[in-house]
Structure formats: structure tokens, C-alpha cells
């Protein structure tokens, strides 16, 4: 059973990454602009 999750894991843990990066950088973009207005 193990060996069939890994191919999903390895799938949802890209997603994660993916999502992970893009929120970090909207959160890094937001903290740059608020201190100009």
C-alpha cells in the first residue's frame, strides 16, 4: 500500500511546494507595498 501512496505524496508535495512558494512571495509583496502607501 505504501508504495502506491508514494507516487501521490510525491504529486501533492509538489502541489504544496508550489503553493507554498507563491504564498510566500504574495506575502513578501504585500509587506514591500504597504509601507510605500
Do not use: H, Q, Y
Not at 502541489?15 to 504585500?30: N, R
Amino acid at each position: 500500500v505504501f508504495s502506491n501512496v508514494v507516487p501521490e505524496f510525491g504529486t501533492i508535495a509538489m502541489m504544496i511546494l508550489a503553493v507554498a512558494i507563491i504564498s510566500i512571495v504574495a506575502v513578501t509583496a504585500k509587506l514591500r507595498v504597504i509601507p510605500r502607501f
